[in-house]
């Protein structure tokens, strides 16, 4: 059975509350986008609702995934079935607190300008450790999850650990940066602790809606990249499998599986890649030679070890 095959086959045992979330936070980011055109405030550059925006959107494909993925599990899915109840919650007051935050025009992520500021960011950082946590289990209990369709095998396992991943990614943004460092060092506290851009401070130029820096490094690139390889790589195995009808070769689902082993690779080394150039100070949209070589490389040797699986005579099995 086929990735896709099994996503219509389960609709009905999806797991219930994170489904009805992904609905409600789909609804919330409409909603977010009419604010941003009703508000026009600005914080650090960038309109105040886009960050409630971009949060709804990425919530609700990651509880619409989990949803699908407890239902693939035929052992520990009520133990599952609780933790992303969990996640639900502890996400649900972590938005709250977000557009609270943006309703005041204060910033929701760093902020140390105020008491109840620096409160509301401390409660936010337990409560993403704690969605961490619950992630970290997911991630291992989806090892077992139970997919007849070996390329969807191996899309589920590889997504989910590529997306812990780039959630841990986020940690990177919360370190002093130098200036605030010099700040600390000269007796003042500085009103806020950790960045997303590295280089220069928070604000400037940056992409539209996405907010992601036009002339600095910033670390929400690899953190967003990462995270959603829980929905990336399933994807792939579904278009590969659509695609089967039109090339005899891809039917074969050990080709397909090793294909979505040849792009979990590629998406890795792409995190990884992002990263870098955020750390080197270095804009998404203004990549420097040794960025563009370094791509080039990767796009090249996935492509060539795509054209190697596809050319390879058919294997028994992908273990």
Do not use: C
């Not at 649900?92 to 620096?118: I, K, M």
């Not at 950082?125 to 704690?130: D, H, L, S, V």
């Amino acid at each position: 059975m086929t990735i896709l095959a099994d996503l219509r086959s389960r609709t009905n045992s999806w797991h219930r509350p994170s489904a009805i979330a992904a609905v409600v936070l789909g609804v919330v980011a409409l909603l977010g986008l009419a604010a941003l055109v009703v508000d026009q405030r600005t914080l650090a550059g960038a309109p105040i609702w886009a960050k409630p925006v971009k949060f709804a959107v990425s919530g609700a494909l990651y509880f619409a995934t989990w949803s699908w993925l407890v239902s693939l599990l035929p052992r520990f899915r009520r133990a599952a079935g609780l933790l992303t109840d969990f996640l639900v919650l502890i996400f649900a007051a972590e938005y709250v607190l977000l557009v609270f935050q943006a309703a005041r025009g204060h910033a929701s992520h760093f902020n140390n300008a105020t008491p109840q500021d620096a409160l509301i960011y401390n409660v936010m950082g337990k409560m993403i450790m704690a969605l961490w946590v619950a992630t970290l289990v997911l991630t291992v209990l989806v090892m077992f999850t139970k997919v007849p369709d070996r390329a969807s095998f191996w899309a589920v396992r590889a997504g989910a650990v590529l997306s812990l991943a780039g959630i841990s990614l986020g940690i990177l943004m919360t370190s002093p940066t130098a200036q605030q460092l010099a700040q600390w060092k000269t007796g003042s506290a500085p009103s806020m602790v950790g960045a997303h851009t590295v280089g220069i401070e928070d604000g400037g130029p940056g992409l539209p809606l996405l907010g992601w820096s036009t002339v600095a490094g910033d670390l929400r690139i690899p953190h967003f990249v990462g995270m959603h390889a829980l929905q990336a790589l399933p994807l792939l195995a579904i278009a590969l499998a659509a695609l089967a009808r039109r090339f005899p070769r891809l039917r074969a689902d050990g080709v397909r599986a090793r294909l979505v082993l040849v792009g979990a690779a590629g998406y890795a080394g792409l995190t990884a890649l992002v990263t870098w150039q955020a750390l080197r100070a270095q804009s998404i949209v203004h990549p420097d030679a040794v960025t563009l070589w370094a791509f080039a490389l990767l796009v090249a040797a996935v492509g060539l070890g795509a054209l190697a699986v596809v050319r390879a005579p058919e294997r028994t099995a992908v273990r």
